[in-house]
């Protein structure tokens, strides 16, 4: 309510529905999302991250203490009834322009927690905590290979690709990317607006199929046809499987992809969504 006892202005109600939103989701995922208590759970989150990533850290305890001791957005995702269960974390800053941005740097969910939408709770929380400091929109960087991500960024979240970042953070050395190339998509989330799970995109018929899944697993690259302006783009159905099982085949489908997205991006087509069954639909005037 307003002083005077009339209705929430628009700001506040969409505040009180990003919090109510994000409540409700970490309740029926069966977790609870909070800031670290101190070093020992700052510690318990970065042990969580290394669980996921490996060797080197995706960020230390002490940077992890220092962003959050200055306001960053630093979580844990832990049991609703001991905290000291520690099953995610997630770690942001602010970034410009003028601090109207939160950059999400990390955040990871432990192997045994997903598909149950503890992914989707956790940017609903980050998305309540960035609305009441006076944000409008988060960006982060996800790995374009993996269609688990690419679903929830883009069809869950309603996030739009920006960018597309070739090699972005060079070689890590952790278990995820091993010493490939780490090609990203760069997103960005506007948050400023009532929020509702979305749709995947469909697949409009005539549409041509520019990087496909062979029989046997491998990509399969196809010429563009002369003067489309919308082309499907596949990704193989569990990338990180590949780079555990098929090394060889992974580092493939990293050529493949990154091989189609370049010319496809300069040439005017955007990522407009993607589809149920794997494929980002690429849009635009060529």
């Known amino acids: 309510m307003t002083d005077d006892g009339g209705p929430p202005a628009p700001g506040a109600r969409l505040l009180a529905e990003a919090w109510a939103q994000a409540q409700d989701l970490c309740r ?34 002490t940077a992890m203490r220092a962003l959050q ?33 939160l950059h999400s740097h990390v955040t990871g969910v432990r192997a045994d927690r997903r598909g149950r939408h503890v992914g989707t709770a956790l940017k609903l929380h980050q998305r309540a905590w960035a609305l009441e400091r006076g944000l409008d929109a988060i960006s982060w960087t996800f790995d374009p290979l993996v269609g688990r991500n690419a679903h929830l960024n883009l069809t869950r979240l309603g996030a739009r690709v920006e960018a597309y970042l070739p090699d972005f953070y060079g070689a890590t050395g952790d278990l995820v990317n091993a010493d490939g190339p780490t090609d990203r998509f760069e997103v960005v989330w506007d948050i400023a607006r009532p929020w509702a799970p979305g749709t995947p995109a469909e697949r409009p018929p005539g549409t041509p199929v520019v990087l496909a899944v062979s029989p046997d697993g491998a990509p399969s690259t196809r010429a563009v ?62």
Do not use: C, K
Not at 39 to 49: M, S, T
Not at 71 to 92: C, K, L
Not at 242 to 268: F, K, N, Y
């Open 28 to 61: 029926a995922a069966g977790v609870a999302v909070s800031a670290p208590e101190g070093p020992a759970q700052v510690a318990r989150a970065v042990a969580v991250l290394r669980e996921i990533w490996g060797e080197p850290d995706a960020l230390s305890a």
């Open 69 to 101: 001791h200055v306001g960053g957005y630093v979580m844990t995702v832990h049991e609703p009834a001991d905290p000291a269960v520690v099953v995610g974390a997630s770690a942001a800053f602010f970034a410009a322009p003028q601090h109207r941005r």
């Open 225 to 286: 046809p002369s003067g489309a302006d919308r082309v499907l783009v596949a990704v193989p159905r569990d990338v990180e499987s590949l780079r555990a099982r098929q090394p060889d085949l992974a580092r493939e489908w990293r050529a493949a992809l990154h091989g189609t997205l370049v010319p496809l991006l300069a040439d005017g087509l955007a990522v407009t969504g993607f589809t149920l069954d794997g494929h980002y639909l690429m849009e635009g005037s060529r």
